[in-house]
């Protein structure tokens, strides 16, 4: 019988990530081939146009359209601000002059004789692109971006909330916290910890200035009230909360022992984060990656083969309706079957904590790695 795989979730102490950094639109590369970076390293920038007002001086100063050009008191490309006169008719011997003041700040971006209208435009909106993850620019893509490859601890969560954050690590190893546990020096810092995380506790660690936290376990009600809407299915990562990264699943568990010892080995290290998520079509994973501050011997090798899914593997069911449940396979049948979608499909039988059993595909199923 042909072998199943399942996605997994890396955790990895030792590895090479790549990063690609890309601009919305074309701008600047700031780097060059090779070069080192910091996190916070502007790697490249752009400017996104402001939005455009059209204003007919030929109609406000009553006047004909070809003789506007001679009426603007500011050129093409002049920058205005709101309230300021920007053109002014001749009047009738020299009195009774009609004003056309700016409407916004701008910029003149066309004057017309043929339409009698004056285009302005607001500000540009500077983007710009940082490293995201110390490394090295491996390749740099004319205009657009670049690519930087970082040796580092590499650990992916299960799903996520909120975008990329830069902090220091801060370790609370409890299994129970006390809400007095979370003091002021964490500000600005990265949460750790191994247990669930509950709203109350999410809550204080905002209110004290964290940037994001990574847990163990979180209850898909408690991230639906953090977002002040139901969590979708689609991509997250653009919500502007603190950011969350769940590396287990849904419900009262426990980070993986591997993982959380990987945490306690990097405490008070800088490192980068990301809640992105995606569990459709393309798979996007939230992110911890803590770079190393000197060279390494060797690398850890993500083993494809520990992926495949056997009888008592301990697993996790990544598409709805079971979302970030976890369960142990009890049965692998051999026959393909019939599943609620219509298709047909090789499935496993997934038996939760309680004693209840689901059949599952095996495509919606991922290998618990750690313990």
């Known amino acids: ?79 205005v601000k709101k309230g300021d006169v920007i053109a002014r008719s001749k009047g009738l011997f020299g009195m009774f002059k009609s004003e056309v003041k700016s409407p916004l700040d701008g910029i003149i971006g066309n004057i017309s004789n043929v339409t009698g209208q004056v285009i302005i435009s607001e500000p540009p909106y500077p983007i ?8 090295k620019i491996d390749k740099i ?7 930087i490859n970082g040796t580092g601890s590499f650990i992916q969560g299960i799903i996520g909330i909120g975008g990329e954050k830069k902090g220091l690590i801060k370790l609370i190893d409890k299994n129970i916290i006390d809400l007095n546990d979370i003091k002021d020096d964490c500000q600005n810092c990265i949460i750790i910890i191994k247990t669930y995380l509950t709203l109350e ?3 204080k660690i905002n209110e004290v200035g964290a940037i994001g936290i990574v847990c163990g376990g979180v209850d898909y009600l408690t991230l639906s009230k953090i977002l002040g809407k139901p969590l979708g299915v689609a991509i997250t ?79 996790r069911i990544i598409r709805e309706p079971h979302f970030g449940k976890i369960g142990k396979v009890v049965e692998l049948p051999s026959k393909l079957r019939k599943i609620d979608t219509e298709t047909i499909s090789r499935v496993a039988i997934i038996e939760f904590d309680d004693g209840v059993q689901e059949i599952i595909p095996r495509a919606n199923l991922e290998v618990i790695l750690s313990d």
């Open 201 to 203: 506790l999410y809550k």
């Open 141 to 147: 893509i004319e205009n657009e971006g670049v690519v």
């Open 237 to 315: 990562g653009m919500e502007d909360v603190t950011t969350v990264v769940v590396t287990e699943g849904f419900g009262n568990i426990s980070m993986a022992k591997r993982t959380f010892e990987l945490f306690i080995k990097n405490n008070n290290k800088f490192c980068s984060i990301n809640g992105a998520t995606q569990i459709r079509a393309g798979v996007l994973r939230p992110e911890i990656f803590i770079g190393l501050d000197k060279d390494i011997e060797y690398l850890d090798n993500f083993n494809y083969n520990e992926l495949v899914i056997s009888l008592e593997s301990q697993v």
């Open 1 to 79: 019988m042909s072998k199943s795989y399942t996605p997994g979730l890396k955790v990895l102490e030792k590895t090479v990530v790549s990063k690609d950094r890309i601009l919305p639109l074309r701008g600047k590369v700031h780097v060059g081939m090779e070069d080192i970076v910091d996190s916070d390293k502007v790697v490249a920038s752009t400017e996104i146009p402001g939005n455009v007002q059209m204003i007919n001086i030929a109609n406000q100063l009553n006047v004909d359209a070809d003789q506007v050009t001679s009426l603007m008191l500011f050129d093409v490309g002049c920058d």
């Open 128 to 135: 710009q692109i940082d490293a995201y993850i110390p490394g």
